[in-house]
């Protein structure tokens, strides 16, 4: 199986434009909830404007293995933003706990709005058609594959830790979650707001991975 990290864009209806953004390493135009957006503090350090939220210029950058090392060159980050930016040495490390953290943050609105549920018994058992299906990345492999057989999601996500969906249900680790069907645009902002954040956290620990291999 294999993980879909594609963004749904937003519909060009001429009244709402579509939220397109430049990356700084490929030159090409992505949906901004496939990216993650930098901006340069006071003193002069990088931040990871990980809300979209802060002024200023912004650089922005796929968010995709291999993109975040090539975009965090202080020098073409200086030239970028237009002044001096220091990254420290720490920076992908500490992007990468940021990322988790946010990736938490959506996974747990979504169980509260009743847009998740967990556990591959509660996924068998529901009686509302599920959308996606998020697999630990202990899962059993025929386990998962029994499984996606039976629900048949229309995406699938692997390889998320353990013990980030255990904590949303308050276990030590679940091997299953599953995305019902949106009910309303709030449901279709979560999930697009949950799968930037997975996509900017496998970006950033792949890295860290590549970095130390």
């Known amino acids: ?6 963004m749904p864009k937003e519909p060009q209806n001429g009244l709402k434009p579509v939220a397109m953004r430049t990356c700084m390493v490929t030159g090409t135009q992505h949906h901004k909830s496939e990216m993650i957006r930098f901006v340069a503090g006071p003193e002069g350090q990088l931040v990871a404007d990980l809300h979209n939220r802060l002024g200023g210029r912004g650089a922005w950058v796929c968010a995709q293995h291999g993109y975040l ?3 965090l060159d202080p020098r073409k980050l200086s030239r970028h ?10 920076f992908l490390t500490r992007l990468a706990f940021a990322l988790q953290a946010r990736l938490f943050s959506c996974l747990s609105l979504m169980r509260k709005s009743g847009l998740l549920i967990v556990g591959g018994g509660s996924l068998r058992e529901s009686k509302t058609a599920l959308q996606g ?10 386990e998962a594959a029994d499984l996606i057989h039976f629900i048949q999601p229309d995406w699938i996500e692997e390889h998320i830790p353990s013990e980030i969906l255990g904590k949303i ?11 019902l069907k ?3 645009p709030s449901d279709k902002q979560q999930i697009m707001q949950m799968k930037s954040a997975l996509n900017g ?6 890295d860290i991975k590549a970095e130390t291999s």
């Open 1 to 6: 199986m294999r993980a879909e990290t594609s």
């Open 69 to 71: 090392q090539k975009a």
């Open 81 to 90: 933003l237009g002044q001096q930016v220091q990254v420290g040495d720490d």
């Open 133 to 142: 299906v998020l697999i630990a990345d202990d899962a059993s492999p025929r």
């Open 169 to 179: 249900a308050r276990r030590d680790s679940i091997a299953y979650a599953g995305i």
């Open 182 to 184: 949106p009910r309303n």
């Open 201 to 206: 956290w496998r970006a950033a620990t792949q």
